[in-house]
């Protein structure tokens, strides 16, 4: 969705090393999420946003952290990474009806 | 805590076939949408049901919310190749509203 931009694409992590995802929209939308994907599963969320400022646990959110600064970035951190966070990390924003609209993903490889 | 269950996880079927995907949940949704996922992508969403009773068609993919607003389905006529993906379905809680539950996916193959 060219709504949304994540980057980096795909990164290696050695355990206890940190890194922030980032994510980006152009939408101009106040709802934004973090998921992660797990091979062959559905989507767990880890933490939300409703506006600037706002931010909100979701179903899985030990390990990690957020902020919210402005409407457009939504930045994802893992503090001291671990093999359990192997997974790939899907941002997006929600509009009508909590109509949701991904990035294209990060895929994230903790050794 | 709510969810949302897809049967089948998984469904292989020939070109040309019907099939029908499930979503269930013993918990009522204020909407429901189903989405579809290809491999290194993330989803993109097909179509959101709010009405209890609500059917929506796609071109030969028909959506239908239950009349409790409980569960819905996903009907594919005459399934072709380019169908293949990973379906979610994801409702939207009468409380909380601004977060979605997904159910695990069904991945869905169809053989030419």
């Known amino acids: 969705n060219a709504g949304v931009t994540q980057t980096p694409k795909f990164r290696i992590l050695k355990i206890g090393q940190s890194m922030t995802l980032q994510c980006t929209q152009d939408?101009?939308?106040?709802?934004m999420y973090w998921y992660r994907q797990d091979p062959g599963m559905g989507l767990k969320l880890i933490y939300y946003?409703?506006?600037?400022?706002?931010?909100d646990k979701g179903e899985v959110p030990n390990g990690y952290n957020v902020s919210r600064s402005t409407t457009e970035d939504f930045p994802l951190r893992l503090e001291l990474a671990a093999p359990s966070q192997t997974s790939v990390y899907f941002c997006?924003?929600?509009?009508?009806?909590?109509?949701?609209?991904f990035g294209p993903g990060t895929r994230l490889t903790v050794l | 805590t709510q969810l949302l269950e897809q049967s089948p996880q998984f469904l292989s079927i020939q070109e040309g076939e019907n099939l029908t995907v499930y979503c269930n949940s013993s918990?009522?949704?204020?909407?429901l949408q189903w989405y579809r996922q290809e491999p290194g992508e993330g989803p993109v969403l097909l179509v959101t049901?709010?009405?209890?009773?609500e059917v929506k068609k796609l071109k030969r993919l028909t959506f239908q919310f239950g009349d409790a607003r409980k569960d819905s389905s996903l009907h594919i006529t005459a399934a072709q190749p380019g169908d293949t993906g990973l379906y979610l379905c994801?409702?939207?809680?009468?409380?909380?509203?601004?977060?979605?539950?997904f159910g695990q996916g069904t991945r869905l193959t169809i053989n030419p």
């Open positions: 997006a924003y929600g509009s009508l009806y909590n109509e949701q609209f």
């Open positions: 939408m101009n939308h106040n709802y």
């Open positions: 946003s409703v506006g600037a400022g706002i931010t």
């Open positions: 918990s009522v949704f204020s909407s």
């Open positions: 049901v709010v009405t209890g009773g």
């Open positions: 994801a409702g939207s809680g009468v409380q909380g509203a601004q977060k979605l539950v």
